[in-house]
């Protein structure tokens, strides 16, 4: 029922700003809590952030707190990430997905992943 697309991601210089955004499809985006993930070639998959469905409560990683902000626009089915002060530790492909309650920071928690949009920081 609900399909979630993610654009924004490109190649940067550290120290740079990147926006990524997600795009989900669905009557009910209002009332879905969401988070952003990342994978790396050869590590496991990470963490980066959270919305409630309100807007009002957020959770990120220790890795990216301070520079990276989670919003949402509900009027536009949209979820955001904008990325400040990249280093590249980031670089990644960062995935949305809904959230099915329990621990906000467990992948399994997740479902109805996005197809990735890729983030590269050169040094």
């Known amino acids: 029922q609900v399909q979630l697309v993610e654009s924004g991601g490109g190649l940067v210089q550290a120290g740079d700003s990147l926006r990524l955004s997600c795009v989900a499809s669905?009557?009910?985006?209002?009332?879905?809590?969401m988070g952003w993930f990342r994978q790396a070639p050869g590590k496991e998959r990470e963490f980066v952030a959270h919305?409630?469905?309100?807007?009002?409560?957020?959770y990120y990683a220790d890795s990216v707190k301070g520079r990276f902000t989670i919003s949402r626009d509900n009027a536009k089915n949209t979820v955001y990430l904008q990325m400040n002060s990249l280093k590249p530790d980031d670089t990644a492909v960062y995935r949305c997905?809904?959230?099915?309650?329990?621990?906000?920071?467990?992948?399994?928690?997740?479902?109805?992943w996005g197809q990735g949009t890729q983030v590269t920081v050169s040094s």
């Open positions: 997905a809904l959230f099915t309650g329990g621990s906000v920071y467990s992948a399994n928690r997740y479902d109805y």
């Open positions: 669905g009557r009910t985006f209002s009332s879905l809590s």
């Open positions: 919305i409630g469905w309100r807007g009002g409560i957020t």
